[in-house]
């Protein structure tokens, strides 16, 4: 751990900043990990003169229809909180304050040798740029941790910073990514501290920009409190292998899409829309339980082999987790009637031959229910189904198996938190799950990890690497931690396309108090029946495997 608060330094333009950069700030300032220290404010420069309508227009003509698409895009979809409604940051901030003339050298900013020895006084952790042309001289060691932005798309296939979020909405890519860079003169040498996986907006641009900004405003002081938690030494070894790595870029500049090329793209969108608007017409998406008995105790790993459990047209059922117990399965499940507007949590009973019951409600509350997680501890069965519409992470535990279950206690309060899961592993309880920290954040993106001693009694303290992941393609989790052959699995729901689209297997490499690392093993597709649209929980016990998948059923 770093013994003092980190010293940070922020490069801007100007004091008015969209309110993205005030709320990043504010955590910052709010932090016990930083604090803002000194202020390098680019000195205005005269705004050129404006060209007339008519010149705007012709200048633009090639990229026009964009252009007018833009605007009406934000007219339609401006959305609320807006990350770039202007704030004032001196209003929030009392700290130094440096104005610079920076050099224009091939339309880079070079600071000069009299500001930059003026800089260097502050003794400066971190610099932040939040504004300035690309830097080159020496700034870039005027603090002792280097210079850290962020880069609001994939680095790997977009290098500049403008038109966020437009391409990845055009060419319907299924993420939109934001990365937090430690810069270097040469562009070519930044190094990536952090990179952040988000679902992309497939309608608008501005929904879709304005989604990015909002769910990365934390990255980057999280990354701050990492370096003041673990030290300088262990935070940049991290980042060393990675340097070393050659990473090539093989792809265009992303500038607005010329007439042609926005012609083609609008037409594909909007046709693959109105087919879905179609669809929806005569077809119901739904959730469904699927299943498949072996002849032995092992996960089944053939999805087409396994035997539908249809709900009635007005319900669905999903999030199984199964049970044995006396040579039967109990397969308990979110059962949501459409309206009843939530859900409650039922238990499907299933013998050795595969017959089952109708579901019977076993736990319902005044608030949604879901994802009935069950462990056991002490000779006790327990559940801890997903409470997030109370902010609570609840534990009941089994009074008469399987239909009656009551209140335990409240595992952690005043939590925004989604399908918890517990893994056993090394006389410690570590609790996965997906938490909505900050107002607006959604909450497929940012898996957390607590642990304790003790299931019942323990505190639940926060892993210091939290948030764990933050990766749409897997955070949330998918089903049981279970472990084959020695290693340990995590699966993961792979968001990508949409909510619950697929699952992908994660291998749990290193868990302790102070370190996690897991990789990627497999994705599961819902490729195995031409209805079938989704699959995201994945669980098994004895020879009963159990998941769920939206198909397409005619009303």
Not at 107 to 124: R, W
Request: glycine share 4%.
């Amino acid at each position: 751990m770093i013994k003092h608060k980190l010293k940070i330094g922020l490069l801007i333009d100007s004091y008015i900043v969209p309110s993205w950069v005030f709320d990043m700030v504010d955590m910052i300032k709010k932090s016990n990990h930083s604090e803002i220290a000194l202020i390098v404010l680019k000195k205005e420069t005269p705004k050129p003169t404006k060209n007339s309508f008519l010149k705007n227009l012709w200048k633009k003509r090639s990229v026009i229809l964009f252009e007018i698409y833009n605007k009406i895009d934000k007219k339609i979809f401006k959305p609320s909180p807006y990350v770039f409604t202007p704030k004032n940051l001196k209003n929030n901030i009392n700290c130094s304050e440096i104005i610079v003339t920076p050099k224009v050298i091939n339309h880079n900013d070079c600071i000069t040798e009299a500001d930059i020895n003026q800089i260097k006084t502050y003794n400066i952790d971190v610099f932040i740029k939040l504004g300035f042309n690309n830097l080159v001289g020496d700034i870039f060691n005027a603090s002792k941790f280097g210079i850290w932005a962020y880069h609001h798309a994939d680095y790997n296939l977009k290098r500049a910073n403008h038109l966020t979020g437009a391409w990845e909405v055009f060419e319907d890519w299924d993420e939109t990514k934001a990365v937090v860079l430690k810069l270097s003169e040469d562009l070519e040498d930044c190094i990536k501290l952090h990179e952040a996986f988000f679902s992309t907006d497939h309608v608008s641009i501005k929904r879709n920009m304005n989604m990015l900004y909002k769910n990365s405003v934390s990255i980057l002081p999280r990354k701050l409190d990492e370096l003041f938690q673990i030290g300088e030494k262990e935070f940049f070894q991290k980042l060393k292998k990675q340097k070393t790595e050659p990473l090539f870029y093989y792809n265009r500049d992303f500038k607005a899409p010329s007439n042609l090329e926005f012609i083609k793209v609008f037409y594909a969108n909007w046709k693959k829309a109105i087919k879905g608007m179609i669809s929806r017409k005569f077809y119901l998406s739904q959730w469904i339980i699927l299943f498949n008995l072996n002849s032995t105790e092992t996960i089944s790993k053939s999805f087409y082999k396994f035997k539908r459990i249809l709900p009635p047209k007005d319900s669905f059922w999903a999030d199984p987790f199964v049970f044995e117990k006396n040579d039967k399965y109990y397969i308990f499940i979110e059962e949501y009637v459409n309206k009843e507007q939530k859900g409650k949590i039922s238990v499907i009973e299933m013998d050795q031959n595969g017959n089952y019951s109708q579901p019977t409600v076993v736990l319902e509350k005044d608030y949604h229910l879901s994802y009935p997680f069950l462990i056991e501890e002490g000779g006790e069965l327990y559940m801890m189904p997903e409470t997030e519409e109370n902010r609570t992470i609840e534990l009941y535990k089994c009074v008469e198996f399987p239909t009656k279950w009551e209140f335990k206690k409240v595992l952690i309060n005043d939590i925004m938190a989604v399908d918890a899961t517990i893994l056993k592993h090394n006389d410690k309880f570590w609790l996965f799950t997906n938490v909505k920290e900050y107002k607006g954040i959604n909450l497929i993106n940012e898996l957390m990890l607590f642990y304790t001693d003790n299931l019942l009694e323990g505190n639940w303290k926060s892993h210091p690497q939290n948030p764990i992941a933050i990766d749409h393609r897997h955070s949330r989790p998918a089903g049981n931690i279970f472990k084959l052959n020695d290693r340990i699995f995590r699966p993961g729901q792979d968001c990508s396309k949409h909510y619950g689209y697929g699952i992908q297997l994660m291998e749990i490499m290193t868990l302790n108090e102070n370190d996690y690392e897991e990789r990627y093993i497999q994705s599961i597709y819902p490729n195995w029946d031409n209805d079938v649209r989704s699959v995201h929980t994945l669980n098994y016990s004895g020879k009963l495997t159990v998941i769920d998948a939206i198909v397409k059923r005619r009303r």
